[in-house]
């Protein structure tokens, strides 16, 4: 084992001495002040990449800090935009989220105003990435197809090929197996149509988890290895371990556990190297597990709890479930019931938190799933002519048979004959058009009137992305406790009354609603048509409904019956809206903002409008309203966010 460990050893070390010296050249060249300044920023740049961006994470950050200080000193932004941006890949290997997305985000910003197009698509994909990694895969989903359209508006296959291979990557989460791979060689073989092999890296490594997952052991390791031997070349230790690892895997599905073993300290060592502390937590349980298999449970004992720590230290939740209940299993074994019972306790608690955001993925992938459905509206669409159609045919032939019997006795008849089926025709006609006005009426109380404008005309609706997009959602406070003591009838009156009154005040404003949640109202405003004053009439329509509740419970309270209270919030940015369902379909819309909007309501109080700071600083200028700031509040799953009360000054 120490020898193979050494050979590996020997061999990255080769790997690296052999870009040594290009390195050297370009460090000379970046300390070199009498060159050109943008040469300089540029051989930096270049130095990251192929230095210490695959290795060093830390130093990487340290340089691109400087990169971009340097960049703005100079006003070279392209400079700037490729710091931030490897500096958010860097957050991202290291597990450390917020800092990522907040870096890509101020990338992208940069490279816009640019007109930096394939950068802004890297950046995109790179988001999605972030976004997959959290499994929210709606958001990763609106990132993808954004990239997608710049790469291939430019022809770059690298994008193209890294697109598809992360569909690959969904379909393999949902147990698509035959679709997932049909993406992965989509990717493979837009790089092979390049001669871009060394690209196919990542892609051979997800077939291999693939053929993995389905317990196909040969094909599963001809991947990892096609995967080891193109990283090795590229001198890429993220693959490398990622290849490693595979093989250690399926080495230990089979029951070889002594090679599984040699394979992740191999593993280990790289992971160490480039400071990735994720895949050190990842291969400690890993090892944990096969030490107790093979009954070496002190063993298995030192590496769950240095799994423990590792995945504690970064708040991952599922390593720390894991690396529990495997504490859990060896501190049984030896009998040690007192240390078995703490990490039982641990086990339950972390598998708890775990619940609760899987409750959320499986919500995200039920929208993914009615999205793949949409299409689907194309054959509602058309069954609805075909059923129309036959109707006009029926009535067709009842009109010509009625014809007849009038031809029959035609000479008896003439007058009345032709009045007769002069009055038909006219009141077939009417009901044509009765029954078209129906159908028109339906869909238009379905969906907002752009939308089935296009659904008639081209037989489908496309999802669309909007960027500033005003989303409301209310709640009656206490509603299960009350509405126990009033009939269902009454029940129902009550909410169906404080809705009607909301559809005509969103109406009024020019809001669409989108749909109720039992006790809950949605709308928003800005969608599908935007319009630069749709923040504030989504404003004007809360007040309002606020207003009216306020209203009704100042009646009820007079009339000595129970009122619901009402608590209402609104954030502001970008969302994805079309078409769900296949039978009872409806527009909807999704995005961080809805989840967002939610946390506005649940974080409000009773008669006040809660809004976000962004929605705030949307509309802070307009004289009509009045601010007041509640600070940071802590909301679920977000954390602590500034909110504030507005209202008409």
Known sequence: MKRKTLFLLLLLIAFNIKGQHHLDSLWAVWKNPSIEDTMRALALMDY?????????????????????????????????????????????????????????????????????????????????????????????????????????????????????????????????????????????????????????????????????????????????????ALSEQANDLMGVSAALTGIANVYAQRGEYDYALEQLKKCQLINEQIGYTLGISNILIDMGDIYMEQKRFTKAI?????????????????????????????YRAIGNQKEALNYLENKIYFNDSLKSEETAIRLQQLEFKRQVQADSLIQIEKDLKVEMYHQAVMRTKDRNRNLAIGFGIFFLFVSGGLYSRWSYIKKSKAILQKEK??????????????IAEELKEKGEAEARDFELVSILFTDFKGFTQKSEHLTAKELIEEINECFIAFDHICGKYGIEKIKTIGDAYMAAGGVPVYSKS???NTILAAIEMQDFVSERIKVKQAQNKLAFEMRLGIHTGPVVAGIVGVKKFQYDIWGDTVNTAARMESSGEIGMVNISQYTYELIKDESQFQFTSRGKIQAKGKGEMEMWFVKKA
């Open 302 to 330: 030192s590496s769950y709890e240095e799994g423990f720590r590792l995945a504690k230290d970064l708040g991952d939740i599922g390593n720390q479930e894991s690396s529990s209940d495997g504490l859990f299993k060896a």
């Open 534 to 536: 749709s923040t504030k």
């Open 437 to 450: 006005d129906r159908s028109e009426n339906l869909l238009l109380n379905i969906l907002p009137e752009e």
């Open 48 to 228: 990251i990449w192929k230095g210490p961006l695959n290795n060093q994470p830390d130093s990487a950050i340290l340089l691109n800090q400087e990169l971009y200080e340097f960049s703005h000193q100079i006003g070279f932004l392209r400079g700037k935009v490729d710091a931030m941006e490897q500096n958010g890949y860097m957050y991202f290997r290291l597990g450390k989220y917020p800092q990522a997305l907040e870096s890509y985000n101020h990338a992208l910003r940069l490279s816009d105003s640019i007109d930096y197009q394939l950068r802004s698509a890297d950046i995109l994909l790179k988001t999605g990435y972030l976004y997959h990694e959290n499994e929210d895969i709606i958001k990763a989903l609106y990132f993808y197809e954004k990239c997608l359209k710049i790469y291939q508006e430019l022809d770059d296959n690298f994008g193209i090929s890294a697109v598809y291979n992360e569909y690959g990557s969904i379909y393999k989460a949902k147990g698509e197996y035959q679709k997932s791979l049909e993406y992965y060689f989509k990717s493979i073989a837009v790089n092979n149509e390049y001669n871009d092999e060394s690209g196919n890296a990542s892609m051979y490594n997800n077939i291999g988890d693939l053929y993995f997952i389905q317990e196909k052991h040969t094909q599963s390791i001809t991947y990892f290895q096609k995967a080891l």
